[in-house]
T-cell receptor, first 112, second 114 residues
Framework: NAGVTQTPKFQVLKTGQSMTLQCAQD?????MSWYRQDPGMGLRLIHY???????DQGEVPNGYNVSRSTTEDFPLRLLSAAPSQTSVYFC???????????FGPGTRLTVT | KQEVTQIPAALSVPEGENLVLNCSFT??????LQWFRQDPGKGLTSLLL?????REQTSGRLNASLDKSSGRSTLYIAASQPGDSATYLC?????????????FGRGTQLTVWP
């Protein structure tokens, strides 16, 4: 199993540009989520999904969209990048609340 | 909302010491609690998962205990090694959320020197 994969590893955007961060898992996990990690702030939940076709907002959803058309993929879209979105983004998945959460390697995004 | 506090924020010790990392959380209604390790520039690696019905969980030199009623978990690292240097994060899985999402502390940054 590859586990949770994320692409790209690094990205630089200009303010106002849009892009999609890709996340995929091959463990057939129902739960998937996106976090951002900022110095001094810890990990904060952006959006999550409890299965294909079902998504909901976390604590910092503004400026981001998600969709879940398959069990395997959970892309995160930045609609119009802002410098405040400079961060490291992690995708995670788990089978169920009784099981461990697995994280991807992260995408380091810089918005200038 | 679940608040998670980790003490100490940073720890620097010589190789061979036995270590205690502390985690406290405000709401004891949890499904379970996970401890993670994060190396600089990397993702999070799950170390231990303790179910709410368990008191402790062990993996090699690591032992995690859970006292749900007092809202505390402790990670013990025996005979520390330089390779243990990383940031350690605890994350309770709160029943108050429909997802069972994890709430993260800010971590303990551990440095073990030879």
């Amino acid at each position: 199993n590859a586990g949770v994969t994320q692409t790209p590893k690094f990205q630089v955007l200009k303010t106002g540009q849009s892009m999609t961060l890709q996340c995929a898992q091959d463990m057939n996990h129902e739960y998937m989520s996106w976090y951002r990690q900022d110095p001094g702030m810890g990990l904060r939940l952006i959006h999550y999904s409890v299965g294909a076709g079902i998504t909901d907002q976390g604590e910092v959803p503004n400026g981001y969209n998600v969709s879940r058309s398959t069990t395997e993929d959970f892309p995160l879209r930045l609609l119009s990048a802002a410098p405040s979105q400079t961060s490291v983004y992690f995708c995670a998945s788990r089978a169920d609340v009784s099981y461990e959460q697995y994280f991807g390697p992260g995408t380091r995004l810089t918005v200038t | 909302k679940q608040e998670v506090t980790q003490i100490p924020a940073a720890l620097s010790v010589p190789e061979g010491e036995n270590l205690v990392l502390n985690c406290s959380f405000t709401d004891s209604a949890i499904y379970n609690l996970q401890w993670f390790r994060q190396d600089p520039g990397k993702g999070l690696t799950s170390l231990l998962l303790i179910q709410s019905s368990q008191r402790e969980q062990t993996s090699g030199r690591l032992n995690a205990s859970l006292d749900k009623s007092s809202g505390r978990s402790t990670l013990y690292i025996a005979a520390s090694q330089p390779g243990d240097s990383a940031t350690y994060l605890c994350a309770p899985d709160w029943r108050g959320s429909t997802l069972g999402r994890l709430y993260f502390g800010r971590g303990t940054q551990l440095t073990v020197w030879p």
